[in-house]
């Protein structure tokens, strides 16, 4: 048990690591302009238009780092520093988002598999947290209960795994096309780059995160079934 909680203090700290650094890259990538001076909406639309998407709005959204393309009513997301800014931070998240976008045009297994998941994800992660902690309470009279509940947190986890390849492939079109487009030079290039990275970062952290808490909560159970047997 005490291997356990040591992973998730490990996997916590990881965790704050890179959500800073990410937040330290893109501040630093905020302030450098980009040579051919188009803004974050401008290159989203360029880029779909180019990719022969003309049924997806670029729209403006408040906070800090909420950029994110909706499937549902098909609109990239941008934050407003993002959408009107000019910057190789700009460029990288306004291409990526637009990444998305295109896999979804070209109906990417991934996104079609995570799309279609997101139902169940949403139900489990409405209610595991309840089911599990019950389930802990009750677990000396029945495991039923913290059987379900880990049910539920492995369909999370699986979400999270999910994500990986959808959120690598979406750079890795941004950064394909940002390069042959012209969109940046080459040492703007190797910086949007290194602002991806780190943002895919937070995804394989909170991945390992919930595989680690999913793994806390299988011992619980299994020391709790070779308890009842």
Same mark, same amino acid.
């Given at each position: ?6 992973? /998730? ?18 501040? *630093? ?12 909406? *401008? ?36 934050s407003d520093e993002v959408y009107h800014g ?88 941004? /950064? ?37 808490? /999913? ?15």
């Amino acid at each position: 048990m005490g291997g356990s909680y040591l992973i /998730l203090i490990l996997v916590m700290g990881a965790s704050f690591y890179v959500s800073w650094r990410l937040k330290r890259k893109f501040a *630093e990538y905020s302030k450098v302009g980009l040579s051919n001076d188009l803004s974050g909406k *401008e290159i989203a639309e360029k880029m779909l238009r180019e990719n022969g998407i003309y049924d997806v709005r670029v729209i403006s959204v408040e906070g800090q780092l909420t950029d994110h393309y909706n499937p549902q009513d098909k609109t990239v997301n941008l934050s407003d520093e993002v959408y009107h800014g000019r910057s190789v931070a700009a460029a990288a998240v306004a291409s990526h988002e637009c990444g998305h976008a295109v896999q979804h045009a070209t109906a990417y297994a991934a996104l079609q598999f995570r799309s279609a998941i997101v139902p169940f994800v949403s139900i489990a992660s409405n209610y595991m947290q309840w089911i599990i902690l019950g389930g802990i309470f009750l677990i000396n009279t029945t495991i039923v209960p913290l059987a379900i509940g880990v049910v539920l947190f492995g369909v999370t986890t699986l979400f999270s795994f999910i994500t990986l390849p959808v959120e690598f492939d979406a750079s890795r079109r941004a /950064l394909a096309w940002i390069d042959s487009r012209g969109v940046v030079n080459e040492r703007e290039h190797a910086m949007a780059k290194d602002a991806l990275k780190w943002a895919a970062m937070t995804y394989v952290v909170a991945a390992i995160g919930s595989l680690a808490t /999913l793994l806390y909560y299988v011992s619980i159970l299994m020391g709790a079934s070779r308890r009842s047997s």
